[in-house]
């Protein structure tokens, strides 16, 4: 795969289709991948597919653009294409102005224990969809987990009490050092100005309390109800091991069992969060 | 020189408790780790190579009241300060890089203004160290002049020999608290002490001259490398947060009823609100901007005002990043001739 998604890469960049391929390579640490941002077909060789391609590179269509005149061809895995076509939805990036490498995948592998990452054993969809290129062979890929695999994990929560669940989480986010690192790789937190960071009123406070890091976490999973595409960046990069992926899981299962809605599925249903109809039964917004 | 026995430091920590002092030590807390304050010596995890947060909180925690004010009725506040820590701590278990990052961190404190909170958490708290015996592939200290038994920082270092430690007083507060051990060490022989001084693991990571290369890092503050190699940075705190040496702080008031705290919480560089001005302007306008400024703060301003690097080596920021920057690698691309 790595082979034909090199020769993709100069084919791209060579016929000037695309201006910069946004992909994967190896890291300084070893068995470690880094985002790599490739504009020559001459480096296009320095591109690799492995089972550590971990990133989410959506985000740099989102909160990190990446610049550039042409179109940008990014290599995306089923579950990071769901963020792009999250974005193209709520008018970040135009579909037009980017290429999908689509890459059939068959789950990647946690860098420090070498084993498949949990979302990797719930995943759904190891083939791409709504992409432009895809690299991989479609029936090699495992079949799909059973659609209630990412909830599992929830079980234990939902069965606690409010006071039990509350020493769960005053325990883990005691643990928050407010390094923003959730916020910063999801492609769906492209807010130029958070509300964590707002001064003049404060709404959330700064400090690495457990009012401030518990408002944090918990605005934080809100605002992924119904956008979440549930890549797990936030719960892998989270430097002190909070368990943030309960949160999201939480929030995409209330969005399914009201909306029957997954985020960044279909590019034309309406999303949930985004939408009102005049005949909408709440009345609220009347 | 004295030594211990691999399998006694469970009673050398017990003393530290039994004679009333606070014992710090690297923790596992589920899959992460950290120092914390134990309260029996079987708690504490010293098979960990490197905890995932560095000793930095014991010393400048990641929050702290600076002074609490309350509003009177009738008019007027009532302002008071913290207490200064007063009560004697032992680190047990400190990596060498960790020790190290104290006197990095001191030279700060002690600058234009002595910092009596920093201060007083120095004062009563005892480093004892132990020398890595299997550096991971992440580890740099020899990048930075530091080594897996650098005894810079420590108050006691332990150096493994076999199955016992030699025990090395560095300073008078480790003298004291060799003291305070007294029976429980054994004499070491001269054979130990030539072990311990032979000590030197390799390090299976790539080491950065850096030494040679960052007095080039001035004359490349412009150069297009600095967008090349940054541009994958997502603009996260975790390389700041989880470095033993990175100590800017923000002052904030955060009120609460009639009264509030002045709290300094931990801030970092790579945040584009660092930098931002009151009128919109921000002098440091992109991520590159910002990153380079990690790197010519570490190797380039602190060195040149206080002397050695503002790093240590422990590679946190290598193995934490969440986008795979290696700080490295940089400064030999950015300094690297074209």
Known sequence: MTDNLRKLARELLESGKASVVIGYGDATLPGRTTPVFITSAAEADRLVWNEHCLNNLAVYLSSRKFKTDGKIAIVAKPCDLRAIINLVQENQVKRE???????????????????????????????????????????????????????????????????ERWAFWSKEFSKCI????????????????????????????????????????????????????SCGECERVCPVGIPLNL???????????????????????????????????????? | MKKVDKNKLGELMQAVLDAGKELIAPV?????????????????????????MPLKEFFLPKTE????????EGGGVEVSDPDPLNQERVVFGARPCDASSLPIMDKVFTWDYNDSLYLARRDKTTIVSIACESPAASCRCESVGISPSAKDGSDVLLTPIGDAYTVDAV???????????????????????????????????????????????????????WA???????????????????????????????????????????????????????????????YRQRVMHKFDYYPEKFGPVAC??????????????????????????E
């Open chain 1, 97 to 163: 102005d980017v290429i999908i490498i689509g890459m059939v995948c068959s789950g990647m592998k946690d860098n420090d224990s070498g084993k498949p990452l949990e979302k990797c054993n719930a995943c759904m969809e190891h083939v791409p969809k709504n992409c432009d290129e895809i690299i991989g062979d479609p029936a090699s890929a495992p079949k799909p987990a059973d659609p209630n695999a990412e909830f599992i994990s929830l079980e234990k929560l939902e069965a606690m009490s409010p006071d």
């Open chain 1, 178 to 229: 407010r390094c923003y690192a959730c916020r910063q790789v999801c492609p769906m937190c492209y807010c130029t100005q958070c509300i964590a960071q707002k001064t003049q009123p404060q709404w959330i406070p700064s400090s690495q309390t457990p009012k401030g890091n518990f408002s944090f976490g918990m605005f934080r999973a809100l605002h992924s109800a119904g956008r979440c595409v």
């Open chain 1, 247 to 286: 949160l999201t899981a939480k929030m995409r299962k209330e969005i399914r069992e009201k909306y029957g809605y997954e985020a960044g599925c279909d590019p034309d249903a309406p999303a949930p969060m985004c939408n009102f109809k005049p005949d909408d039964k709440e009345d609220f917004i009347r």
């Open chain 2, 28 to 52: 596992r807390q589920g899959d992460h780790t950290a120092y914390a304050r134990i309260k029996k010596p079987g708690d504490a995890a010293l098979d960990i190579l490197l905890t995932r």
């Open chain 2, 65 to 72: 009241c600076l002074l609490k004010y309350t509003n009177l």
């Open chain 2, 171 to 225: 300073t008078e507060k480790g003298e004291k608290l060799v003291a305070l051990w007294g029976s429980k060490l054994s004499d070491a022989s001269d054979a130990d002490a030539a072990k311990a001084a032979a000590f030197k693991p390799a390090l299976p990571g790539h080491q950065t001259d850096t030494a040679s290369l960052r007095g080039k890092l001035k004359a490349k503050f412009e150069t297009p490398a």
């Open chain 2, 228 to 290: 090349e190699q940054t541009m994958k940075c997502v603009g996260c705190g975790a390389c700041a947060y989880l470095c033993p040496t990175c100590h800017c702080f923000d002052i904030v008031d955060e009120k609460s009823g009639c009264g509030g705290e002045r709290r300094r919480n931990w801030d970092a560089c790579a945040f584009s609100t660092f930098t931002l001005h009151g009128s919109g302007h921000n002098p440091r306008a992109e991520q590159q901007h910002r």
């Open chain 2, 312 to 337: 240590v080596g422990c590679g946190r920021c290598l193995s934490a990043c969440p986008v795979g920057m290696d700080i490295f690698e940089i400064i030999e691309k950015v300094t690297a001739d």
